[in-house]
């Protein structure tokens, strides 16, 4: 997987894809993404999470999918289906600060999110 998605990874290109899609995506897609993204820039996160993180965002980036991300609610299903299984696998390197970091960008995007919509992404990094 590594190779197939990480090429499609750019900061540019996951930042144009959530100011497109975002608010479509929703709040715990973008979550799932601000923390990988978060975890990704960390000094300290060694190169085999890096990679796992660039083919999960790469993925999600990809314009063709399994699923299209132009249809309402299930179009980033399989993005955020694949966002979990590598937050899941990474969990070990998302501290407190990356975290924080996440909410706020999201908060900003968002405004103020009920808790309880991100239980299921904190669960799985936490």
């Known amino acids: 997987m590594y190779d197939k998605y990480s090429k499609y990874f750019s900061e540019q290109s996951l930042w144009d894809k959530l100011k497109k899609f975002g608010k479509t995506a929703g709040a715990k897609v973008v979550y799932a993404v601000l923390l990988l993204y978060y975890t990704f820039e960390d000094k300290g996160v060694g190169l085999k999470t890096k990679l796992s993180i660039a083919a999960a965002l790469g993925y999600f980036i990809l314009p063709t999918d399994a699923i299209v991300d ?5 179009g980033f299903s399989d993005d955020l289906g694949v966002l979990l299984f ?4 990474v969990a070990g390197s998302i501290t407190p600060e990356i ?3 996440a909410r706020e960008k999201l908060n900003e995007w968002f405004g103020e999110i009920d808790p ?6 904190d669960k799985k990094t936490f």
């Open 70 to 74: 132009l249809t309402p609610i299930i």
């Open 86 to 89: 590598t937050l899941s696998a």
């Open 99 to 101: 975290k924080a970091k």
């Open 116 to 121: 309880k919509e991100l239980q299921d992404i």
